[in-house]
C-alpha cells in the first residue's frame, strides 16, 4: 500500500520567551492509503504538532530541526507557498476539536461550504455534502449562522466541509472534545464511514487510547515527541507493551470494576529543551534503570508492534494488563 503519510525522525521545535522547546523528538509515523491511525497521549506528547506539520500548519515559532515528512510522497518542509497551498486543496481535510472556531461566525453555512468547495456555489453539492454527514433540514442548515445550530450540527458542518473536495487525508483532532457524550460516538462513527466510502485516510489525534482503539485500525502511542508503541489497535490495546502504553489504560475511566480505582500516572510529562539523551519516560516508570536514563532507547520490533523501550521483551512476555484486556474492542 501507497504511505500517504511518513514521518522519519521528525523533530519541531518551539522556540518561545522561556527558550526552545522540543514538541516532536524524532518522531517515526506511516499511515496507508485507506487506512486510519490514531494518535494518543497526554497534553504535551506532540500528537497535535506532527498532525498540524502534516499540512504544514505550525504556529510561527515552530521549526523543522531535522527528520524527513512526506505527504502523498512530497516533501512537505521542502514545498513552496504556492505548491504546499496546492497540497492542502488537493488531498487533506482538517477537523479540529472545536466547531464554532473552526466556523466564520459572520457567514451563513451555505456561504462557508461554497468557499470549502472552492468558491463554487453549488447548492445540489452543498445539500449533498450536508446529507451525507447526517443533516436532515439542509436548506435551513445552510440558511443558519453557526451559533444558530448545536454543537454537534456545527461538527457534522466542519466535516462536510472537510470532505468537500474528496481529500486523500483526513487529520481529525480531538473532534468530539467539545460535544455531549451522548454524540461523541456518532461522530466517530461517522469520520469511519466517510473514510471507507471515499477511500481516505484517517489520522485521529486523541488522549483516549480506548477511543482511538474502537475506531482506528492502528495506534501510535506518544510520549515525549515520540511514538513509542506502533501497532494494530486491537494488540496494542489488549496487550499493551510499553510501560507508558500500560499506565494510560490504568489510568483511563470508565473500564475500571466494581471497588476498583484508578491509578494515575506520577509525575508530570517532560519539557524538552532539546533531544532526549535517555528514556523520556525513565522519571515515570517504574522499570525504569540507570541504562534508561542514559541511553536513549531505538524503537524495535516486539511482539507485533513497534516499540521504543529497553525493557519491551521483558514487558511483553509477562502477563498481560487483565485491566486491557477487559476493555480490548
Known amino acids: 500500500m501507497t504511505a500517504v503519510i511518513e514521518a522519519a525522525g521528525l523533530a519541531i521545535d518551539y522556540v518561545t520567551n522561556r527558550g526552545t522547546v522540543r514538541a516532536l523528538d524524532g518522531a517515526d509515523v506511516t499511515l496507508e492509503a485507506g487506512r486510519s491511525l490514531g494518535l494518543v497521549g497526554e497534553s504535551g506528547s506532540g500528537k497535535t504538532t506532527l498532525g498540524m506539520a502534516a499540512g504544514r500548519l505550525l504556529p510561527a515559532n515552530a521549526y523543522h530541526v531535522e527528520g524527513s515528512l512526506l505527504v502523498a510522497g ?49 447548492v445540489e453539492r452543498i445539500h449533498t455534502l450536508l446529507r451525507q454527514v447526517g443533516l436532515t433540514d439542509v436548506k435551513r442548515v445552510t440558511r443558519a449562522f453557526p451559533h444558530e445550530l448545536s ?3 456545527a461538527q457534522r458542518v466542519v ?73 494494530s489497535s486491537r494488540e496494542v490495546f489488549a ?28 509525575g508530570a510529562t517532560p519539557v524538552l529543551s532539546g533531544p532526549s539523551l535517555g528514556c523520556s519516560f525513565a522519571p515515570r516508570c517504574p522499570l525504569a534503570d540507570d541504562h ?8 524495535h520490533d516486539v511482539a507485533g508492534r513497534r516499540v521504543a523501550c529497553h525493557h519491551a521483551e521483558a514487558a511483553a512476555s509477562c502477563c498481560p494488563d487483565t485491566r486491557a484486556e477487559r476493555g480490548a474492542p
Open 74 to 122: 512530497r516533501p512537505i518542509f521542502a514545498l513552496n507557498d504556492r505548491d504546499i497551498t496546492a497540497l492542502r486543496r488537493a488531498l487533506l481535510g482538517f477537523i479540529f476539536q472545536s466547531p464554532m472556531s473552526a466556523l466564520n461566525p459572520t457567514a451563513r453555512i451555505g456561504r462557508q461550504m461554497a468557499w470549502a468547495l472552492g468558491g463554487r456555489a453549488d
Open 151 to 153: 454543537g454537534g450540527m
Open 239 to 266: 496487550r499493551p507493551v510499553h510501560p507508558y502504553t500500560r499506565a494510560l489504560l490504568r489510568a483511563a475511566p470508565g473500564k475500571e470494576g466494581q471497588g476498583e480505582r484508578l491509578s494515575p500516572i506520577p
Open 292 to 299: 534508561c536514563r542514559r541511553v536513549r532507547p531505538v524503537g
Open 159 to 231: 466535516i462536510a466541509m472537510a470532505i468537500a473536495r474528496r481529500p486523500r487525508l483526513l487529520i481529525a483532532d480531538e473532534p468530539t472534545a467539545s460535544l455531549d457524550a451522548s454524540i461523541r460516538g456518532q461522530i466517530l462513527n461517522l469520520l469511519q464511514t466517510l473514510r471507507k466510502e471515499t477511500g481516505a485516510a484517517l489520522l485521529l489525534l486523541s488522549h483516549e487510547l480506548s477511543v482511538v482503539a474502537q475506531h482506528c485500525d492502528s495506534i501510535g502511542v506518544m510520549y515525549g515527541g515520540r511514538v513509542v508503541e506502533f501497532g
